[in-house]
């Protein structure tokens, strides 16, 4: 017993995946994303180190604040200490070690 199918009819398909402008846009997708990727990572290490100096910065420059202060109430202090014993106060010029001369004057 023979059974005919009739006739059969091939139609070719081209698949969308396979054809050389999808390939070639997907690649440009992914190179697209690729550097999206990397100006957004060099975005935020850019603020990242902007921040940091600026907290660097602001330390240096409170550790100076602090370092001034001190150094004026030590001089004050020395100030106080010569104008209330006169007797630590010489008119003779004191010679440093880069050979200049101070003299120190103290009026009370």
Do not use: C, W
């Not at 630590?88 to 200049?100: E, G, Q």
């Amino acid at each position: 017993m023979k059974t005919s199918l009739g006739s059969v009819k091939t139609i070719p398909v081209m698949l969308e995946a396979t054809s050389p402008g999808r390939r070639a846009k997907n690649g440009s997708t992914l190179m697209m994303v690729m550097m999206l990727i990397m100006v957004v990572g060099f975005m935020l290490g850019s603020l990242y180190f902007g921040a940091s100096q600026r907290t660097f910065s602001l330390v240096r420059h409170s550790n100076r604040t602090k370092a001034l202060t001190i150094a004026e109430a030590g001089l004050g202090d020395a100030f106080s200490q010569l104008a209330a014993d006169h007797s630590l106060v010489s008119n003779d010029p004191m010679i440093t070690n880069d050979n200049s001369m101070i003299n120190l004057i103290i009026t009370a």
